[in-house]
């Protein structure tokens, strides 16, 4: 259970797609349909998760008694880098430590992650698709990548082109513009 409470991320998420595809099950056969592809193969992720976090918990105190921190840390480098690493130098060094989970930079992580997804999230609810998407990747590209502004730009307008083309003209979908840019547009129609 204690593994379980390390993760309320996977949790809320897991309570989300539930809820999302116990409220799609009440609409029409077509309408269901996009939910159940995105919800139930996302429930069972969720619980695949959630195994794997308590299988680990279980695991780890076990492992760790065996292996000290520089043979856990060369193993991680190694995975990571995909050869063979080892810290013979770092080992002889007693006032060196590897810390075991560097918890702070996992949680502003997870609290960018969130911030991109809200932000998204409420940019199409109140200036739609048609504005948001390329002003996001935009600046995701340029903070994230790393980009420069003009690189951003490119990319952002190649790929907001498409991603509108193939939905609004490809797949006929009508892309919701937004609650303040209907408003503004009101003013000038």
């Known amino acids: 259970m204690k593994a379980m409470a390390k993760n309320p991320m996977t949790i809320a998420m897991l309570a989300i797609f539930v809820v999302m595809v116990g409220i799609a099950s009440t609409y029409p056969a077509g309408a269901r349909f996009m939910p159940f592809v995105v919800g139930v193969p996302a429930i069972l992720l969720c619980l695949l998760q959630l195994v794997l976090d308590v299988r680990a918990a279980k695991v780890a105190p076990r492992e760790k008694d065996r292996r000290?921190?520089?043979?856990?840390?060369?193993?991680?480098?190694?995975?990571?880098?995909?050869?063979t690493m080892t810290f013979e130098a770092a080992r002889m060094a007693p006032e060196v430590t590897v810390?075991?989970?560097?918890?702070?930079?996992?949680?502003?992580?997870?609290?960018?992650v969130w911030t991109y997804i809200l932000a998204l999230i409420a940019g199409i609810l109140f200036?739609?698709?048609?504005?948001?998407?390329?002003l996001f990747i935009l600046l995701f590209l340029r903070w994230e990548a790393k980009c420069s502004w003009l690189k951003a730009a490119l990319y952002s307008g190649v790929g907001s082109f498409i991603l509108l083309f193939m939905f609004a003209y490809g797949l006929k979908f009508q892309l919701h513009q937004g609650f303040v840019t209907e408003r503004v547009m009101g003013f000038f129609v």
Request: zero cysteines; a negative charge; glycine letters at 8%.
């Open 127 to 134: 200036f739609g698709y048609t504005i948001t998407i390329p």
């Open 68 to 83: 000290n921190e520089f043979e856990i840390a060369e193993e991680r480098m190694s995975q990571m880098t995909g050869r």
């Open 99 to 112: 810390s075991e989970n560097p918890t702070g930079i996992a949680e502003a992580r997870e609290w960018l």
